[in-house]
């Protein structure tokens, strides 16, 4: 499937990012980035804030390419994760990952199931490294929405 495809299934939206919007999601997957490493918190809270850098991650993908998510169309944060090879070439066995760490998340939001410390510390990692990623892709392919001082 394409990115033109999810538009005519009303999955995207056409979207035209600016930098300062890119330069607020940044900030803020780094403030979630931050938290996730914070000791004192619960394994939820820490796991939760590293899912938010990735979903805001995925939401830079899209932005960069012109699309962002339909919220009002149910499973957008699937959508975003399933197109990050679309929008910044991750590979198949990373999204599948991070997928699974979306599956876990919800059973944690809507039926309480815990989060058990290796899935914090797997969730962690992988939040990391695509935010590295996103830095690395928007530097080689739209450094414009990048600030020149990072």
């Known amino acids: ?15 035209t990012a ?9 900030a803020a997957a780094n403030r979630n980035m931050a938290d996730s490493g914070v000791a004192g918190l619960s394994d939820e809270t820490r ?4 899912y938010k850098a ?13 699309y962002r998510p339909s919220t009002t169309t149910p ?3 699937q959508t975003m994760i399933q197109t990050l090879g679309l ?7 990373v999204w599948i990952v991070l ?14 199931d815990l989060i058990e410390p290796a899935a914090v510390r797997n969730c962690i990692s992988h939040a990391q490294s695509l935010l590295t990623h996103t830095y ?10 990048l600030n020149k001082s990072q």
Not at 18 to 26: I, K, S, Y
Not at 136 to 145: A, N
Request: net charge neutral; aromatic share 4%; hydrophobic share 35%.
């Open 136 to 145: 690395q892709w928007l530097s080689e392919h739209r450094p414009d929405l």
């Open 47 to 50: 796991f939760d804030a590293a």
């Open 1 to 15: 499937m394409s990115l033109e495809n999810l538009i005519k299934i009303n999955q995207l939206q056409r979207h």
């Open 75 to 77: 499973g957008h944060h």
């Open 87 to 93: 929008t910044m070439g991750i590979g198949k066995e």
């Open 99 to 112: 997928d699974s760490l979306r599956k876990k998340r919800n059973l944690n939001d809507y039926s309480g």
């Open 18 to 26: 600016t930098a300062d919007e890119v330069q607020r999601l940044l």
């Open 54 to 66: 990735i979903m805001q991650c995925a939401m830079l993908g899209l932005m960069a390419n012109g």
